[in-house]
């Protein structure tokens, strides 16, 4: 059975640790005095978020008056983005899109995979790529940045052959400079991907279970993964003392573990159920 984390008279009754692999950062979780209270934003607990909402707490009061409450707060509005970035700014929302798009124009992505089996690879990560040596840049084009153009580096993961793509696309000419597959790399878990092993988790004879938690905690029946807030990352076999003989593959595979929670409430711990993404399996461990 699976355990489920509650608030009794006020006090916190237990907490939930995990290592997050991929990152070799054991991450603690721990619940706020309210654990039905609403989830507070990365980095801050419930308390002090609402310390801050209300403009209490260890704030003070402005200059030569100490003990007067502090004024409204306001937002700032954000400068307006431009299209394409300038030297090592980071990509833009546009140099993004168009980063992917260019990505995935070479013969043979149409037969790739996503974590879904839908054709195309599944994206992982865009970021600015790292300039080329100053040596091999070459004097600037008309039009160019005396610092050369923008490249972005757009990594995927072909679900079809278990393979990391990685691709080097240069924004200004709209070319592919570089591009190269590997196996058995396995960078940190896309969202969609976590989405989609909940689903299987969901929709496996293990996930019965966590049904069964949800609806002991809400009243509710649980049918889809946006009932739940969920995290996690890869499964890393070279960490765990025994390794079940269906996750075998996972490193070879893509692996991961997932740790879940009512939205606004109670967590559900799914710790002991891996995914292998690649094989679309559901393996309880421990």
């Given at each position: 059975?699976?355990?489920?984390?509650?608030?009794?008279?006020?006090?916190?009754?237990?907490?939930?640790?995990?290592?997050?692999?991929?990152?070799?950062?054991?991450?603690?979780?721990?619940?706020?005095?309210?654990?039905?209270?609403?989830?507070?934003?990365?980095?801050?607990?419930?308390?002090?978020?609402?310390?801050?909402?209300d403009g209490?707490?260890?704030?003070?009061?402005?200059?030569?008056?100490?003990?007067?409450?502090?004024?409204?707060?306001?937002?700032?509005?954000?400068?307006?983005?431009?299209?394409?970035?300038?030297?090592?700014?980071?990509?833009?929302?546009?140099?993004?899109?168009?980063?992917?798009?260019?990505?995935?124009?070479?013969?043979?992505?149409?037969?790739?995979r996503n974590?879904?089996?839908?054709?195309?690879?599944?994206?992982?990560?865009?970021?600015?790529?790292?300039?080329?040596?100053?040596?091999?840049?070459?004097?600037?084009?008309?039009?160019?940045?005396?610092?050369?153009?923008?490249?972005?580096?757009?990594?995927?993961?072909?679900?079809?052959?278990?393979?990391?793509?990685?691709?080097?696309?240069?924004?200004?000419?709209?070319?592919?400079?570089?591009?190269?597959?590997?196996?058995?790399?396995?960078?940190?878990?896309?969202?969609?991907?976590?989405?989609?092993?909940?689903?299987?988790?969901?929709?496996?004879?293990?996930?019965?279970?966590?049904?069964?938690?949800?609806?002991?905690?809400?009243?509710?029946?649980?049918?889809?993964?946006?009932?739940?807030?969920?995290?996690?990352?890869?499964?890393?076999?070279?960490?765990?003392?025994?390794?079940?003989?269906?996750?075998?593959?996972?490193?070879?595979?893509?692996?991961?573990?997932?740790?879940?929670?009512?939205?606004?409430?109670?967590?559900?711990?799914?710790?002991?159920?891996?995914?292998?993404?690649?094989a679309r399996?559901?393996?309880?461990?421990?």
């Open positions: 059975m699976y355990e489920i984390v509650r608030r009794h008279l006020g006090k916190v009754v237990a907490g939930t640790a995990m290592a997050v692999t991929g990152t070799a950062i054991a991450v603690a979780v721990a619940l706020p005095g309210s654990a039905g209270a609403d989830d507070a934003p990365p980095g801050r607990t419930a308390a002090q978020g609402s310390r801050a909402a209490s707490g260890p704030q003070g009061g402005g200059a030569g008056d100490p003990g007067s409450a502090p004024g409204p707060a306001t937002l700032a509005s954000a400068p307006p983005e431009g299209a394409k970035g300038i030297g090592t700014d980071p990509l833009t929302d546009d140099e993004l899109k168009r980063a992917e798009a260019l990505a995935l124009t070479p013969p043979g992505a149409a037969a790739q974590v879904e089996g839908g054709r195309g690879p599944q994206h992982l990560a865009t970021e600015l790529a790292d300039p080329p040596p100053v040596s091999d840049r070459g004097d600037p084009q008309p039009g160019e940045q005396s610092g050369g153009p923008r490249r972005a580096e757009v990594r995927f993961y072909d679900y079809g052959r278990d393979e990391l793509v990685t691709r080097t696309v240069n924004l200004d000419t709209g070319k592919v400079e570089r591009s190269g597959a590997q196996r058995g790399v396995q960078p940190s878990a896309h969202p969609e991907e976590l989405r989609a092993a909940l689903g299987l988790i969901l929709a496996s004879p293990l996930g019965k279970g966590v049904k069964e938690d949800y609806k002991d905690a809400t009243g509710k029946e649980l049918t889809s993964a946006d009932q739940l807030w969920f995290n996690g990352d890869l499964y890393r076999t070279y960490r765990e003392a025994k390794v079940p003989a269906p996750l075998a593959k996972c490193g070879e595979h893509r692996c991961v573990r997932l740790v879940t929670k009512v939205l606004n409430g109670a967590w559900i711990d799914t710790r002991n159920l891996i995914v292998d993404l690649s399996t559901v393996t309880r461990v421990g």
